[in-house]
């Protein structure tokens, strides 16, 4: 599997996550993404038709019922496979572990977080806080090295890129801490908007 970030694999992952919950139709998972405001994904409705036709093909999601109430277009319910549920795991600790200058895959990764035990996702926010370490010291090296014979006006940038990186080292910290102590709960049962999901309905 590979880490490659790009809008079609988020959209991928949502909807894995979200057929943890159970079967679904694909304008069940539109309307949900849309509610609990999933804005990293783009390209709707498009992009989620297409990212469930390539996970069934993969067998990553297999339809188990397809029916037609009335007038309404035809929907197919699909369920997570075994696979998929495998899937979902390694993508998401992927996507929590490895710092990328794109923000979307960890963006992604944090609002799908309750998929993963809380020993999963500390051991990935883990791995995450000391790549970033690594990052930062590179950062500062090259700092070092470069300020005896650059103008600081050139250096800039990478005062900028060392800011960034701590803030969001010490902010992954901070969350890791949260969960070690007990005081975030992952379970997206308890998390659900006020009224439960969002009802089915539409066209």
């Known amino acids: 599997m590979s880490g490659r970030a790009s809008t079609r694999d988020l959209v991928e992952l949502t909807v894995?996550?979200?057929?943890?919950?159970?079967?679904?139709?694909?304008?069940a998972l539109h309307r949900q993404i849309r509610e609990y405001r999933k804005d990293y994904v783009t390209g709707l409705p498009r992009s989620l038709y297409h990212a469930v036709e390539?996970?069934?093909?993969?067998?990553?999601?297999?339809?188990?019922?397809?029916?037609?109430?009335?007038?309404?277009?035809?929907?197919?319910?699909?369920?997570?496979t075994d696979e998929g549920r495998a899937e979902l795991r390694d993508r998401l600790r992927v996507r929590l572990e490895t710092p990328v200058a794109d923000p979307a895959p960890f963006t992604a990764a944090l609002s799908l977080l309750g998929v993963l035990?809380?020993?999963?996702?500390?051991?990935?926010?883990?791995?995450?806080?000391?790549?970033?370490d690594g990052r930062i010291a590179a950062v500062e090296a090259t700092l070092a090295g470069l300020s005896a014979v650059l103008p600081r006006l050139l250096l800039i940038e990478h005062e900028f890129e060392r800011a960034?990186?701590?803030a969001e080292r010490d902010w992954v910290r901070g969350l890791l801490g949260e969960l070690e102590r007990g005081e975030l709960d992952l379970d997206p049962a308890r998390a659900e908007p006020p009224g439960g999901p969002p009802p089915e309905g539409g066209r």
Do not use: D, K, M, N
């Not at 894995?16 to 304008?27: D, E, F, M, S, V």
């Open 16 to 27: 894995l996550a979200l057929l943890t919950r159970g079967p679904q139709h694909p304008y």
């Open 54 to 80: 390539r996970l069934a093909e993969a067998e990553f999601i297999a339809a188990v019922e397809t029916s037609r109430a009335g007038r309404r277009p035809e929907r197919t319910v699909y369920e997570l």
């Open 164 to 166: 960034r990186l701590t």
């Open 117 to 132: 035990s809380p020993a999963e996702a500390g051991r990935a926010l883990a791995t995450r806080a000391a790549g970033l």
